[in-house]
C-alpha cells in the first residue's frame, strides 16, 4: 500500500478557538493531487475511560446529563488528562472521583479517536479489578448516578442501541470479549 498517494499537507493553520477543553483550528492543506482546501478540525489533550467489572461480573457505570445532546446517557467512567498527566494517573483519578472506587489492578486495553474527522482526540481504555469502595468526590460541575449493571445486560443495552456513547461501547464490548 502506497499512503503517500493519500497524504494530505498542510500550507498554513489559524487557530480559530481556545476553549477549557479544546482549541479549534481551521487549515488551508493541499491534497494529494494538488489542490487546495480546507479543514477544521479540533485538538484535544486526550482522555481516558475505564470499565471497573466487580466481582460480581457486573460493571460500574455512571448516568449523567449530556448537554450538546441534550439527554442523560450511561457511561464509564471517563475524563480528560490533565496537562502532563500520564493516562494511567488520570484513569485512576477519574475512577475515584466519579464513582468513590480505586483499584490496584488496572490494564490497559487499548486506545480509541472517537472521530478522526474533525478531531485529534485519543482515549486510552483501562479495565479496573479487585475493586475498593470509597466516596465519590466529583467535580463541581458533574453530578452522576452512579449504576452495577451485569456485563451480559450491559453488552445488550449496547447491542439494542441503548447505549450510544463510542467510548463505553468500545471498552464494555473489549472487555467482554477479553473476559470471556
Known amino acids: 500500500m ?3 498517494m493519500l497524504i494530505e499537507k498542510k500550507v498554513s493553520s ?12 481551521r487549515d488551508t492543506i493541499e491534497l494529494p493531487n494538488g489542490e487546495p482546501a480546507t479543514r477544521e478540525y479540533i485538538k484535544h489533550q486526550g482522555a481516558v475511560a475505564v ?9 460500574i457505570a455512571v448516568r449523567q446529563y449530556r448537554y450538546p445532546i441534550g439527554r442523560v446517557t450511561i457511561e464509564i467512567p471517563a475524563g480528560k488528562l490533565d496537562k502532563d498527566e500520564e493516562p494511567l ?3 485512576k483519578r477519574e475512577l475515584s472521583e466519579e464513582t468513590g472506587v480505586e483499584s490496584a489492578d488496572i490494564e490497559y486495553i487499548g486506545g480509541l479517536y472517537p472521530s478522526v474527522a ?8 483501562y479495565v479496573a479489578k479487585n475493586l475498593k469502595y470509597g466516596e465519590m468526590h466529583t467535580d463541581d460541575d458533574e ?3 452512579v449504576v452495577k449493571i451485569k456485563i451480559d445486560d450491559f453488552v445488550d443495552m449496547i447491542l439494542k442501541g441503548e447505549i450510544m456513547d463510542s467510548k463505553t461501547q468500545a471498552a464494555v464490548l473489549k472487555v467482554a470479549m477479553l473476559l470471556k
Open 2 to 4: 502506497n499512503d503517500e
Open 14 to 25: 489559524e487557530y480559530i478557538f481556545d476553549g477549557k477543553l479544546l482549541q479549534v483550528y
Open 51 to 59: 470499565v471497573p467489572v466487580t466481582d460480581e461480573n457486573e460493571i
Open 89 to 91: 494517573t488520570a484513569a
Open 118 to 125: 474533525y478531531t485529534d482526540e485519543i482515549i486510552h481504555m
Open 143 to 145: 453530578f452522576l448516578d
